[in-house]
């Protein structure tokens, strides 16, 4: 059981340069969510999802955009990405009901030069 | 919106017991959550209250009152790896179920 798989764990942009963040879970999750966390800073909500092609904004979106066309996947796009961008950023999914565990991917470090 | 607050850093000796406050404003609540993450790694669950008490997993406790939009976390029986940031999170009862997170305490274990 793979729980939450991101790919990629690293990664170097250009300023300008676009990219997609993966993130996979096989638990069946509904709500599923994407966080930036900077040095010394909490973890901080870019977009989350609570189901196939249902996406809602969170703290920070702007520069982001996602997709979620499979209820097992939640991509992540940079499309024009800038310095200000460089952060581990974290996926996470929970089950419905009353369960208040989220399940965590071990993080994408991505470098913007 | 939502907002926690959580103090910025704590210092503890090995063996003792330590509590770390956590207060939130939000506009629809569903429960409380607090996390474990290691310098370097992804955050951990540790605890859920979705209901005023107390909750116990071991050494870790968590404690909820809804009516003052409050909660803790009690370590108990230190140890030099609880060493940690440690971070709440309150999730919301909306139907997009939205999870935000405090800035974090950093836990710091003294000999």
């Known amino acids: 059981n793979a729980g939450v798989t991101q790919t990629p764990k690293f990664r170097v942009l250009k300023t300008g340069q676009s990219m997609t963040l993966l993130c996979a879970q096989d638990m069946n999750h509904e709500y599923m969510y994407w966080y930036r966390q900077d040095p010394g800073m909490g973890l901080r909500l870019i977009h989350y999802s609570v189901g196939e092609g249902t996406t809602a904004k969170g703290e920070v979106p702007d520069g982001y955009n996602v997709s979620r066309l499979k209820k097992q996947n939640f991509l992540l796009g940079l499309e024009s990405a800038a310095p200000s961008q460089t952060s581990v950023y974290f996926c996470?999914?929970?089950?419905?009901?009353?369960?208040?565990?989220?399940?965590f991917g071990e993080g994408s470090r991505l470098t913007v030069l | 919106g939502q907002s926690l607050e959580q103090p910025s850093e704590v210092t503890a000796v090995e063996g003792a017991i330590v509590q770390i406050n956590c207060t939130y404003q939000t506009s629809g609540f569903y429960g409380l959550s607090w996390y474990q993450q290691h310098d370097g790694g992804a955050p951990t669950f540790l605890s859920y209250?979705?209901?005023?008490g107390l909750e116990e997993t071991g050494r870790f406790s968590s404690f909820l009152s809804r009516s003052d939009s409050y909660g803790y976390l009690l370590l108990q029986e230190l140890q030099m790896k609880d060493s940690a940031s440690y971070f709440c999170a309150v999730r919301d009862s909306g139907g997009y179920q939205k999870v935000t997170f405090g800035t974090g305490t950093k836990l710091q274990v003294i000999p």
């Open positions: 996470a999914s929970i089950a419905g009901g009353d369960t208040g565990e989220l399940f």
């Open positions: 209250n979705a209901l005023d």
